[in-house]
């Protein structure tokens, strides 16, 4: 569990590291981390933590989101979704963290920027920033990840 929490917090220190080197988003909410399992290994360990301090609330071909019953402590705010994502050779990353934004003004301001990439999923889009030299990727969403899970945090 430990092990996990620490990842969990890495994730989002060095997430929000690159949020401030490339915008100008200062205190940004922290929604919604998502950790880039290395290995099968990993995976089971980190989900066999994870059981136990929260519940499934997404299920998708990459792995399941998790609402924990209490908020992890985080340098960007309490965090209580977390994805555990299933190894996968395109995410060698360690794992990227959601910050909530005024999305449309966000979007404006930055969708031409090379370092930005624009991601369109069914039910919302964000721009996802990533640099070679951080090894997580930082991402703004259209809308909060719990709003569209329909979850209350």
Same mark, same amino acid.
């Given at each position: 569990?430990?092990?996990?929490?620490?990842?969990?917090?890495?994730?989002?220190?060095?997430?929000?590291?690159?949020?401030?080197?490339?915008?100008?988003? !200062?205190?940004?909410?922290?929604?919604?981390? *998502?950790?880039? *399992?290395?290995? !099968?290994? !990993? @995976?089971?360990?980190?989900? %066999?933590?994870?059981?136990?301090?929260?519940?499934?609330?997404? %299920?998708?071909?990459?792995?399941?989101?998790?609402?924990? %019953? @209490?908020?992890?402590?985080?340098?960007?705010?309490?965090l209580r979704l977390?994805?555990?994502?299933?190894?996968?050779? @395109?995410?060698?990353?360690?794992?990227?963290?959601?910050?909530?934004? %005024?999305?449309?003004?966000?979007?404006?301001?930055?969708?031409?920027?090379?370092?930005?990439?624009? +991601?369109?999923? !069914?039910?919302?889009?964000?721009?996802?920033?990533?640099?070679?030299?951080?090894?997580?990727?930082? *991402?703004?969403?259209?809308?909060?990840?719990?709003?569209?899970?329909? +979850?209350?945090?």
């Open positions: 569990m430990d092990n996990l929490i620490k990842i969990i917090q890495y994730v989002v220190n060095r997430s929000a590291e690159l949020k401030d080197k490339y915008t100008s988003e !200062e205190k940004t909410p922290i929604e919604f981390v *998502c950790i880039f *399992c290395q290995n !099968e290994k !990993e @995976h089971r360990n980190f989900t %066999d933590s994870i059981t136990s301090i929260g519940k499934i609330v997404e %299920d998708t071909k990459s792995g399941f989101t998790y609402l924990l %019953d @209490h908020p992890i402590d985080t340098s960007s705010g309490p977390v994805k555990i994502r299933k190894p996968d050779a @395109h995410f060698t990353q360690r794992g990227d963290a959601d910050f909530n934004t %005024d999305y449309e003004n966000f979007k404006k301001r930055y969708q031409k920027n090379s370092m930005f990439e624009l +991601v369109k999923r !069914e039910t919302f889009e964000m721009l996802r920033l990533s640099n070679p030299n951080f090894d997580v990727m930082t *991402c703004f969403s259209s809308i909060p990840k719990s709003k569209d899970l329909g +979850v209350k945090l």
